[in-house]
């Protein structure tokens, strides 16, 4: 052999396995579950009473609700409740083969002669384009959410046959083509999937909810296989607290999948964060993280207000459970709505308690003194709120404010207290 063609193929080799650890680094292998207890006959062993883990300390429970004092921008200030990821279970086609769903929601009306929902059917959304600019947006995403979020309102107000087949029709078609499987995850921090993403995964997931009883079996193993993929990447990402409303979005979206498909452990993880976070909100009800946030404090608050409601009432018809009267030395959900209901009557003065100055995710649509009010019209989850407290002083204000029976939104996909109803458990 001429000397001059020699390799040292050691050193290829190490070569090449370096890339391959670099290139496994940069992609999160799922685990599939070997486990068969998808059941809807274990929601009585679940705990909404006892104190969880990781609770903070005095000290630094009161630290993270005076960090805004020093923080001199929104956040620029120690992590006191670490956010961390949900172990979410991803089972086998033959477990969604063998486990039948449950819907939490419950058609309102019956009218077969509405057919059209106004809006285009989107084509399965294979690789998504972010633009991470906060507040920019993906416009092939906002459609698809919109439209499964729309077609989730007009089915719970219609009960409409055909429209429940344009939407098991798409489903399929999105679960066969593999839809989202690439380009959803941000590249800063952990990683987490992208909030607008993360929107659609929920609007997806509500309209799987909402038609899911009438899968055939083999349509139920291939949505199930896709979105439980999903739904793993969403339990996945973790933002650096614990208390933000991104948090509380993905512990919504997982106790919603975990009530539909039978997961106990999915719908137990989103309880025991729904009790940590009352440990962690400051006395007036108020959220420490995003009230922070500029103009977009209240907003923020908000969302994470609706999260927490929205799980309520999912345990409480979805389990019989009493989530919503968990309490920690007087701070409890009905503290949330109350911080949200004086958010709405005085925006200003409510946002300039907290409020600081947050260039990069909050001062864009507004300031301490100018806070955004959008959040009013997107607050329709106090109608909601109110199935659980409907002696709640407030009642009448919610009531008069809110008047629809369902509210379409972006960021809880439908809003409503009449689509909710007590299953009859096996």
């Known amino acids: 052999m001429d000397h001059a063609l020699k390799f040292d193929f050691s050193l290829v080799g190490k070569a090449l396995l370096l890339l391959l650890l670099f290139l496994m680094q940069g992609c999160k292998s799922i685990p599939v579950s070997s486990d068969t207890d998808l059941r809807h006959d274990k929601w009585s062993e679940i ?111 219609t009960s409409n046959v055909e429209l429940v087949n344009v939407a098991r029709k798409n489903l399929l078609l999105w679960a066969e083509k593999d839809a989202l499987s690439s380009g959803i995850h941000v590249s800063w921090g952990s990683k987490p999937v992208d909030w607008q993403v993360m929107t659609l995964i929920g609007s997806i997931l509500t309209t799987t909810a909402v038609v899911g009883e009438s899968f055939q079996v083999d349509e139920r193993v291939k949505v199930g296989h896709w979105l439980n993929r999903l739904m793993w990447n969403v339990a996945q990402s973790r933002w650096a607290h614990r208390i933000d409303n991104k948090a509380l979005m993905r512990s919504y979206y997982v106790m919603l999948w975990g009530l539909m498909i039978g997961d106990y452990q999915a719908v137990q993880s989103s309880v025991d964060h729904f009790k940590k976070t009352i440990h962690d909100i400051r006395p007036d009800g108020s959220f420490p993280i995003d009230t922070q946030r500029s103009g977009m404090g209240l907003k923020y608050n908000a969302d994470a207000a609706g999260f927490m409601v929205m799980m309520a009432v999912l345990a409480e018809f979805g389990t019989s459970k009493n989530l919503h009267l968990y309490s920690v030395e007087g701070r409890s959900l009905a503290t949330v709505v109350e911080f949200v209901v004086q958010s709405m009557m005085k925006p200003i003065e409510m946002n300039q308690r907290y409020a600081i100055s947050c260039p990069s995710s909050g001062d864009r649509w507004g300031s301490v003194s100018k806070p955004s009010t959008g959040f009013i019209g997107n607050s329709a989850f106090l109608r909601a709120y109110l199935l659980l407290d409907p002696n709640n002083p407030q009642a009448g204000f919610i009531k008069r404010k809110y008047r629809w029976d369902i509210v379409q939104s972006e960021t809880f996909s439908v809003l409503s207290d009449k689509i909710f109803s007590v299953r009859e458990r096996p």
């Open 47 to 157: 705990d909404v009473t006892s104190r969880p883990s990781d609770v903070l300390s005095s000290a630094r429970q009161k630290m993270l609700w005076t960090a805004y004092k020093t923080a001199g921008t929104c956040m620029n200030h120690p992590v006191y409740a670490a956010d961390s990821p949900v172990s979410l279970r991803v089972f086998t086609d033959d477990v969604f083969f063998k486990s039948p769903w449950r819907s939490p929601f419950s058609p309102i009306a019956s009218d077969e002669a509405t057919v059209s929902i106004g809006i285009e059917t989107p084509n399965p959304i294979l690789e998504v384009k972010l633009n991470e600019a906060y507040g920019e947006r993906q416009s092939k995403v906002e459609h698809a959410g919109r439209w499964f979020s729309t077609i989730s309102k007009r089915i719970l107000e």
